[in-house]
């Protein structure tokens, strides 16, 4: 069965910490994509990649980075975590050309900076 | 105007009855359109997928496309509760676009 996986479900973190959020899929996709999720706003873009070492910024990638060193993982990066970061992450790969057929999503990761 | 709008609902309804869920879009250019179901505190999960108008049935779950009124549907009949979830409309230029355009999502409630 095919996977994306985020590296935990649970986070709490510190105002101004840097915080790291792992998502790895084995499904040999080219194309990544990080979102936050919130009531009432929905899904909301922060970075894709569509290779290895590439990004693209989505519609709000203040505040975030990325890294693609291997294509099977895609990091997201909060470099100096706020409170309005609180927020749920999702992880999302898709085959290239394919994102007609639809993401493959990770499971997410909850997110509370306090 | 947004790109994709979806009443974010909640909507409940008791078990048994059927479960109707809409979207509308503005972009013309949309091939293919997609229903994701999403538990509390899960990913989305893809539950349909058509290409073009039409209609498309799996099931209890039929998916409808009007692309000349830019509006699709998800229809969900018997409705149980474990259909009790949010569910989020997707749509795609295809062509190599590989970003996909989504609801806000939809809060369904199923009353045993």
């Known amino acids: 069965d095919v996977k994306v996986t985020q590296s935990s479900r649970y986070l709490v973190k510190r105002t101004g910490e840097k915080v790291f959020l792992e998502c790895v899929q084995d499904?040999?996709?080219?194309?990544m994509f990080w979102y936050r999720q919130d009531p009432g706003l929905g899904l909301r873009l922060i970075y894709f990649s569509y290779d290895v070492k590439m990004k693209e910024k989505g519609d709000i990638p203040e505040g975030y980075s990325v890294s693609r060193e291997k294509k099977e993982r895609f990091s997201l990066i909060l470099e100096s975590a706020s409170t309005n970061q609180t927020s749920m992450y999702l992880c999302?790969?898709?085959?290239?050309?394919?994102?007609?057929?639809?993401?493959?999503f990770g499971s997410g990761t909850r997110l509370t900076v306090v | 105007q947004k790109e994709v709008e979806q009443d974010p609902g909640p909507l409940s309804v008791p078990e048994g009855a059927i479960v109707s869920l809409n979207c509308t879009y503005s972009?013309?250019?949309?091939?293919?359109f997609m229903w994701y179901r999403q538990y509390s505190r899960k990913g989305p999960e893809l539950l349909m997928y058509t290409y073009s108008s039409g209609n498309k049935e799996d099931g209890r779950f039929t998916a409808q496309v009007d692309k000349s009124s830019k509006y699709i549907s998800l229809f969900i009949r018997d409705s149980q509760p474990s259909d009790s979830a949010t569910y989020l409309c997707?749509?795609?230029?295809?062509?190599?676009?590989?970003?996909?355009?989504f609801g806000k999502g939809n809060q369904v409630v199923v009353i045993p």
């Open positions: 999302a790969s898709t085959a290239s050309g394919r994102a007609s057929y639809g993401y493959t």
């Open positions: 499904m040999d996709h080219e194309n």
């Open positions: 997707a749509m795609s230029e295809g062509y190599g676009n590989n970003r996909l355009a």
């Open positions: 972009n013309s250019a949309f091939q293919y």
